[in-house]
């Protein structure tokens, strides 16, 4: 038999010492080729292998002559320089307006009577899906915002389409001929109360994504739930104190 087949890692064996033409490659790499291709970070479009990758502990990531191409840094900035202004800008509108009425439906369904609802259950969950898709997007594909100011104004937009299509629900739906100083406290004061909540939960992103630029790790909200609780905080706040006001009314 002179096809050689690779069992034997005798250097009597080597391919060069064999006959032209009797050598044949082990089939498994060319599927380990195969996979490897499939399994190439610039293919993730989150990084999870990328931050996940040997190359991002400490005394490798920090020393002379690490690897490049192989960690989450590098990853982020390869996948940044392909994000266009245009992807970019449709990425924040697209979160930014779907945020209000996400959060309009998830009001709808925590919706119940009572005080512990109103000041509890409607706060929270209306402040968490305001910037929900906007904190998926910063902690799952950060290369597509440039500057934190696109992550305050996405923020700002959630929470004013928000109020607009509670606004309008209040006025012409649930509220028979309301009083022009109902309509105009709707306007004025809930848009505020809704626009500074999720600014203030926005500043947690904020800090995330630009810690992650800076430090070239992957960004993580852990320090962004304090914000989010002083959102829901102000939030809680205002409905009691309308509450109490209305009551004692």
Not at 13 to 41: I, M, V
Not at 44 to 50: E, I, L, S
Not at 149 to 163: D, E, G, N, P, V
Not at 217 to 242: G, Q
């Amino acid at each position: 038999m002179n096809e050689w087949i690779p069992t034997d890692h005798g250097f009597e064996n080597e391919p060069q010492l064999k006959q032209p033409g009797s050598f044949r490659a082990d089939s498994t790499e060319q599927e380990a080729a195969e996979r490897l291709r499939d399994e190439r970070t610039a293919d993730d479009p989150t990084g999870r292998a990328a931050s996940q990758s040997v190359h991002e502990e400490v005394h490798t990531l920090y020393s002379v002559g690490a690897p490049k191409g192989t960690s989450w840094g590098a990853w982020e900035t390869a996948m940044r320089a392909g994000v266009t202004f245009e992807k970019s800008a449709l990425a924040i509108v697209l979160v930014a307006l779907l945020g209000g009425p996400f959060a309009i439906i998830g009001a709808f369904l925590a919706n119940v009577e009572g005080l512990l609802s109103t000041v509890v259950f409607g706060p929270t969950v209306e402040e968490v899906l305001k910037i929900g898709l906007l904190a998926i997007l910063v902690e799952t594909r950060p290369y597509l915002l440039s500057s934190s100011l696109q992550i305050r104004f996405a923020a700002f937009l959630s929470a004013f389409t928000f109020a607009a299509v509670e606004n309008l629900l209040y006025i012409h739906v649930y509220i028979a001929d309301p009083p022009d100083s109902l309509v105009l406290w709707r306007w004025t004061v809930c848009v505020a109360l809704h626009v500074a909540a999720t600014s203030i939960a926005a500043q947690g992103l904020v800090r995330a994504w630009t810690r992650s630029r800076e430090t070239q790790k992957r960004p993580t909200l852990d320090h962004a739930y304090a914000w989010l609780f002083y959102a829901i905080l102000l939030h809680a706040a205002y409905n009691f104190a309308v509450t109490v006001w209305e009551l004692g009314g």
